[in-house]
């Protein structure tokens, strides 16, 4: 009787030698590959296979956004695409341990309430899954999961190899350049690990440049993370749609559409599809013109080589201004009647805009300016607040004075950096309001005009540094260059 239980007992020593032997080999490959001169993707593709191969588990690296609160897949490896795509996490909500740097097994993944898409993980066929967080910098900044098809109670050997290679893939992490923190000391939130880890093959040279811009403007993006079905035959998924970026920050998503406008439908019947499927999703579609435009502002694109000549309509007389500033100033000064407000005007094409208000408002108030710099392709690195205010605004009601608010990118970067002062309150007012281009949704208190889809000028704004000292508002004739 003896003679099996022993044969089995050298059976199993036997396997954890075998075991321990891949673990060991992998970890030690995992650390040679720190000291080579690859890209980190690389690195982390590497560690992530070789991790893979010595468990004979599926496994991927999970990052987690700058806020703390959602996490992505990464680099994978044995996952199925549609796993990889089901959508972002909640880094509170799966296997929420890892953020509090525990490393943890689940034996039963239909029957644990730490995993958020189980009918996702019955698909693919997992059924245990161990996490172990990635440390950087003192921080989580996401977990090394290990995705295994049998019902498997991982042992500590299994938990020591996961640990370990969290630790590896944490220091290649340390064998980044320190880039990744914000250039200015604004508080709006540091640039996160996801998008230097990721180094995305992109599809299509419009999307390369859109990350640039989100990368420039500090607005974090994951591409493609999650694929939305659209349609079914049974079971079978026919139709799906996957946005190209999703930004956690703002819960959106932005699909960059490069196609001739004419040749749209297709995309904006599915993008109608969607929105009727999942109302609570917040989507964008910036068309190829739109996006031509986008970046004809920054000089960049095939529209930058335009020039406009003369004035073509004139939108908002000198008198139609007047008034609505007039009414505007009513407004504010009923808003504010004792706590003396700040209004920063943001440089340079609020100065008509903002002299004509505040000689309106009927209250106390103080004034203060703030200059950014701009996008300006491909060699920029990131926005930087070159005229800061001077003024202190902690406790104070900050009202943001804009002349125009198009896609919402400097807006939503001016109130990062504001809220980060904490004032007591902080509102906008903004003359223009080209609502119809907006990409990232954010709250006016106070609109002087809802703009159409029209480039204008005058009164504040210019095509190319023209036109800012027109007494009205009106839209340029605009040529591509000879
Ligand atoms: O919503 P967005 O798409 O970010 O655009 C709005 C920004 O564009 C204008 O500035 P501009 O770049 O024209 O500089 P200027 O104020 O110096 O004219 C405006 O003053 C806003 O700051």
Not at 90 to 116: K, L
Not at 351 to 366: K, N
Request: charged share 20%.
């Amino acid at each position: 009787m003896t003679y099996p239980i022993c044969h089995f007992t050298i059976a199993l020593r036997e396997c954890a030698l075998n075991k321990e032997r891949a673990f060991y080999k992998a970890v030690s490959r995992s650390i040679h590959s720190l000291n080579t001169p690859a890209e980190l993707k690389a690195k982390l593709e590497g560690i992530i296979r070789l991790a893979a191969r010595a468990s004979h588990c599926a496994v991927s690296l999970l990052l987690i956004d700058a806020a703390g609160q959602k996490l992505s897949h990464n680099i994978s490896f044995g996952l199925p695409q549609f796993y990889i795509h089901k959508g972002v996490l909640s880094a509170a909500d799966s296997i929420g341990e890892t953020v509090n740097i525990q490393t943890t097994a689940i034996t039963d993944v239909q029957n644990d309430h730490r995993i958020q898409f189980p009918q996702m993980a019955l698909k693919a066929g997992f059924s245990s899954i161990l996490g172990s967080p990635v440390i950087y910098q003192e921080k989580v900044i996401g977990s090394i999961r290990f995705y295994c098809k049998d019902f498997y109670e991982f042992s500590q050997q299994d938990i020591t190899f996961a640990e370990n290679m969290a630790r590896i893939i944490s220091l290649a992490f340390c064998t980044l350049p320190t880039t990744t923190t914000p250039v200015d000391n604004t508080a709006s939130m540091p640039a996160s690990n996801l998008k230097t880890a990721q180094n995305i093959t992109f599809a299509h040279q419009s999307e390369t440049e859109f990350a640039r811009l989100l990368d420039f403007y500090n607005i974090e993006w994951i591409y493609e993370p999650r694929s939305f079905p659209l349609d079914w035959e049974g079971e079978l998924v026919t139709e799906m749609f996957t946005p190209d970026f999703y930004l956690p920050g703002l819960d959106m998503y932005i699909e960059l559409t490069t196609l001739k406008q004419s040749l749209v439908t297709t995309k904006n019947h599915k993008l109608k599809m969607l929105r009727e499927l999942y109302p609570d999703i917040k989507i964008s579609l910036l068309y190829k013109n739109d996006y031509a435009r986008l970046l004809s502002k920054y000089g960049c694109g095939p529209l930058a080589q335009t020039r406009a000549h003369g004035i073509d309509r004139v939108l908002y007389t000198a008198g139609d201004i007047a008034e609505r500033v007039a009414s505007l100033a009513r407004q504010i000064s009923d808003d504010y009647p004792d706590n003396r407000p700040i209004l920063i005007g943001v440089q340079r094409g609020f100065i008509c805009f903002m002299a004509d208000l505040i000689r309106q408002i009927a209250i106390p108030l103080d004034i203060d300016f703030m200059t950014i710099s701009y996008y300006s392709g491909s060699n920029a690195s990131m926005v930087r607040i070159t005229k800061d205010m001077d003024l202190e605004v902690a406790g104070r009601d900050v009202l943001l004075v804009e002349d125009i608010v198009d896609t919402g990118i400097t807006l939503n970067y001016l109130l990062n950096h504001l809220r980060s002062k904490n004032p007591a309150s902080l509102k906008v007012c903004t003359l223009l309001d080209r609502k119809v281009r907006r990409l990232i949704d954010i709250n006016i208190d106070y609109v002087g005009f809802e703009l159409p889809d029209e480039f204008v000028v005058g009164y504040g704004l210019d095509y190319h540094e023209e036109y800012r000292n027109l007494p009205f508002i009106g839209i340029p004739g605009i040529k591509q260059n000879p």
